[in-house]
Structure formats: C-alpha cells, structure tokens
C-alpha cells in the first residue's frame, strides 16, 4: 500500500530564508513521487515530480526534492523564501511509473512566510 | 497540461438532499478519478472512474453514496447523495495524462 508522511503541519518561515518541507513515503512498488502547492481558495499545481530519473527533481519556483530511497524521503526545499510561497504544500505518492493510476496525498503542510 | 472545468464551483444544499458534481477535460481520458478535500484536511482519493465500466471505491467510500457516472472519455459525475453536514467538502476531480495528474479548481459543498 502507498502512503505519504508529511512531519509538519505548519512551518513558518522569515523571508529570504530557506524551506524545508519535509515528506516520508511508503510504497510497496518503485513510486512516482510529486509535490503540489494550493494557494488559499485557488487550484492544486504541480511543483515537481519524480518518476525514477534523476533523484534531484528541479521544479518551479525554485523549489526542489531530493529522492532518497534509503530513507523513504522526498524533502521539498528551497534556498531563499518569498512571500509568495505561503502556501499549503502536498506530498503526493501514485503506485508506478508507468502505470500510474491514483494518488495519495500526505495531510499537507501549511507554509507560513513571515516579512 | 490538461484542461479541467467543474460546475458547479460551490453550491449551498439542504441535508438529505442529492447533488451532482460534472467534470469535463478538455482531451479523451481512460482514467478520471474523484477526490475529497474535508475543511482544513488534505484530499482523499473517493474513486476511480473508468469509461465503460463501474467505478472502483477506496475504503470508506460507497456507491450508494457516491455514485458515478463514466458515459465517454471526456465527462464524469458524482453524485452525494442523502447529504448530511459532514458531506461539506471541496469535491474534485482528476485526469492522469502520463506521469502527471491535473487537477479541476474543485466544487466547494457546504451542506445545511
């Protein structure tokens, strides 16, 4: 079974500081890993995804994971914070690579960046 | 990308009342799937539609409460069913295209 670990519920954050969101993943296949982000009252938006490639997924925004199996970890991190970034920010885990069927979606981090 | 359009966007209903949620992408899918976003919670997967055949549930989740339609590769609905309070939620649906799932902008219930 797939499931995701989200080990914060909140993280605040100063502007121009760095973000680490962090996620733990259980999967019983080679999972496709992604990070979503849901702006207040807007849609879900891809940030990034792993699909068994580089584990260094770049995406945008600046924003990246680091794929460690050895860990069952899938961090979201970015250099500097922007005021924009507030945000909640979804860890999502789907049961193959190329057979992706449904996603599981981790409880969610609320993102909070302070001026 | 994928172009997903619900409707209705929100909707108020009254509780032992039914409602019924369309989504319509904008390319033929094999696989659409329907979500549940409960207030200050993250989603959970309601069910798999499939064109031409039953949708498949997750764990929890009936068809007699949330019965799906799957008539062509383009459309599906959901429907709540005998609505109570706690069925207030944001409703959304999903294509897969790849790798990738996108996402509809959601319909927000609130039931009274």
């Known amino acids: 079974a797939q499931s995701v670990t989200q080990l914060d519920s909140h993280v605040s954050v100063s502007e121009g500081t760095p973000v680490l969101l962090r996620c733990n993943y259980s999967?019983?296949?080679?999972?496709?890993l992604f990070w979503y982000v849901q702006h207040p009252n807007k849609g879900l938006q891809l940030l990034l995804k792993?699909?068994?490639?580089?584990?260094l997924v770049k995406g945008i925004n600046g924003f990246e994971a680091e794929f460690k199996k050895s860990e069952t970890s899938f961090h979201l991190t970015k250099p500097s914070a922007h005021m924009s970034d507030a945000a909640e920010y979804f860890c999502?885990?789907?049961?193959?690579?190329?057979?992706?069927?449904?996603?599981?979606f981790g409880s969610g981090t609320k993102l909070n960046v302070k001026p | 990308s994928a172009v997903i359009s619900q409707k209705p966007s929100r909707d108020i209903c009254q509780r032992g009342t039914s409602l019924t949620i369309q989504c319509q992408v904008d390319?033929?899918?094999?696989?659409m799937f329907w979500y549940r976003q409960q207030p200050g919670q993250s989603l959970t997967l309601i069910a798999t539609?499939?064109?031409?055949?039953?949708?498949?549930?997750e764990s929890g989740f009936v068809i007699d409460k949330f019965p799906i339609s799957r008539p062509n590769l383009t459309f599906s609905t959901l429907t709540v069913s005998n609505m109570s309070p706690e069925d207030s939620s944001i409703y959304l649906c999903?294509?897969?295209?790849?790798?990738?799932?996108?996402f509809g902008q959601g319909t927000r219930l609130t039931v009274v």
């Open positions: 539609a499939n064109q031409g055949s039953e949708a498949t549930y």
């Open positions: 792993y699909t068994s490639a580089a584990t």
């Open positions: 999502v885990v789907s049961d193959g690579v190329y057979n992706f069927n449904k996603f599981y």
């Open positions: 390319s033929q899918v094999t696989m």
């Open positions: 999903s294509e897969s295209v790849g790798t990738e799932a996108f």
């Open positions: 999967s019983s296949y080679s999972p496709s």
